[in-house]
């Protein structure tokens, strides 16, 4: 990213810290950055509404407008360098073409659409335990993301409490990020802590839902 932004002044790139400002600043120092944007997000109240996502799912790519040009680009994990090659080709297209016209999600090829959601598919991690427990978290999600109810909430929650705990534990037996050390900053910890706060996050939400009158809507509208 401090690479893009060197090469690309006319665009701001931005690394958002969802973890702590600790973080950020290690990042400072492991990266220095001078040309992209390093910040970190406070609190709770300040993540966004509506949409957001964890870098290592791709880029989230838009306009001078706001307008979203890529609501997520290819992930690293999935197409290896052509991920990079995918945010490249969108700048070019924005920054460098004469009329800089580029393809809005709204305005995308269908099939292109449909081949980005085949892309959706689970990839597997090497372990099928792992693999099993991930697909059964998805499954869960998926749920809730029909049905909103308080219940489906609470499936996920189990789900993914038992896959971090196991999960944790294989890291531990296997040295996974330095999880046998005594440092703060390292893999593991900072993959320890996104579990507790995803955890915390359902959690609070279940609270809030178990709370609301029964005649009162599971959704804000």
Same mark, same amino acid.
């Given at each position: 990213?401090?690479?893009?932004?060197?090469? &690309?002044?006319? #665009? /701001?790139?931005?690394?958002?810290?969802?973890?702590?400002?600790?973080?950020?600043? /290690?990042?400072?120092?492991? =990266?220095?950055?001078?040309? #992209?944007?390093?910040?970190?997000?406070?609190? &709770?109240?300040?993540?966004?509404?509506?949409?957001? /996502?964890?870098?290592?799912? +791709?880029?989230?790519?838009?306009?001078?407008? +706001?307008? =979203?040009?890529?609501?997520?680009?290819?992930?690293? *994990? /999935?197409?290896?360098?052509?991920?990079?090659? @995918?945010?490249?080709?969108? *700048?070019?297209k924005e920054?460098?073409?004469?009329?800089?016209?580029?393809?809005?999600?709204?305005?995308?090829?269908?099939?292109?659409?449909?081949?980005?959601?085949?892309?959706?598919?689970?990839?597997?991690?090497?372990?099928?335990?792992?693999?099993?427990? @991930?697909?059964k978290c998805?499954? #869960?999600?998926s749920s !809730?993301?029909?049905?909103?109810?308080?219940? #489906?909430?609470?499936?996920?929650?189990?789900?993914?409490?038992?896959?971090?705990? @196991?999960?944790?534990? !294989?890291?531990?037996?296997?040295?996974?990020?330095?999880?046998? +050390?005594?440092?703060?900053?390292?893999?593991?910890?900072? @993959?320890?802590?996104?579990?507790? &706060?995803?955890?915390?996050? +359902?959690?609070?939400?279940?609270? &809030?839902?178990?709370?609301?009158?029964?005649?009162?809507?599971?959704?804000?509208?």
């Amino acid at each position: 990213m401090e690479a893009w932004a060197k090469s &690309r002044p006319e #665009a /701001q790139f931005i690394c958002v810290c969802v973890d702590s400002k600790g973080v950020a600043l /290690q990042f400072e120092r492991m =990266f220095g950055f001078q040309h #992209a944007l390093n910040c970190w997000i406070p609190s &709770r109240s300040y993540f966004p509404v509506g949409y957001g /996502q964890l870098g290592c799912s +791709g880029f989230i790519v838009v306009d001078a407008k +706001g307008c =979203f040009i890529s609501r997520r680009t290819k992930a690293f *994990l /999935q197409y290896g360098e052509n991920a990079f090659d @995918h945010v490249e080709e969108l *700048l070019s297209k924005e920054l460098d073409s004469p009329n800089k016209k580029v393809t809005r999600q709204a305005d995308r090829n269908p099939k292109e659409v449909e081949e980005e959601k085949q892309g959706d598919v689970l990839s597997s991690v090497g372990v099928d335990c792992m693999d099993e427990e @991930h697909e059964k978290c998805a499954l #869960a999600i998926s749920s !809730l993301l029909e049905t909103f109810s308080l219940e #489906a909430l609470e499936k996920v929650l189990v789900e993914l409490d038992d896959h971090f705990k @196991h999960e944790e534990r !294989l890291m531990k037996k296997y040295g996974f990020g330095n999880s046998n +050390g005594d440092s703060d900053f390292s893999a593991f910890v900072s @993959h320890t802590k996104d579990h507790e &706060r995803i955890l915390n996050i +359902g959690k609070c939400e279940a609270d &809030r839902l178990s709370t609301r009158p029964i005649s009162e809507p599971c959704v804000d509208s």
